[in-house]
């Protein structure tokens, strides 16, 4: 088994940044890919970024690219999602999970995380 723990999420205003952590802690080896997510009220869960555990490949999501930046420290298992200039329309609940296989729907990714509040206000 693997646990996630996200953390950092918060109340921020359009153009702010935060930085989000994922924390995975016990079979950890088996997951050799780590990827952000998000869901907002009435939404479908959207791809954010994933990141390889080993090279560190990343990858983004359309509405990512050129604000997000996905990062890991392998000594502390930790995955990070550094947003800036962030807007309203990022207002969601942010999810980690961890697989073995990187995709875009999540189904191929084996554990989630419980999920943190991003609120950005206008």
């Known amino acids: 088994q693997v646990q996630l723990v996200e953390s950092g999420g918060g109340l921020v205003q359009a153009g702010g940044s935060l930085r989000l952590s994922c924390a995975a802690s016990g079979r950890t080896l088996s997951t050799s890919f780590m990827g952000w997510f998000r869901q907002a009220p009435g939404k479908e869960r959207e791809f954010v970024a994933a990141i390889g555990w080993s090279l560190g490949w990343t990858y983004y999501g359309d509405s990512a690219k050129g604000r997000f930046t996905i990062s890991r420290d392998n000594g502390k298992n930790t995955v990070y999602l550094q947003m800036n200039s962030l807007r309203p329309e990022d207002t969601a609940v942010y999810y980690c999970?961890?697989?073995?296989?990187?995709?875009?729907?999540?189904?191929?990714?084996?554990?989630w995380g419980q999920g943190t509040q991003v609120t950005v206000s206008s």
């Open positions: 999970a961890a697989g073995p296989t990187p995709d875009r729907t999540g189904d191929r990714y084996d554990y």
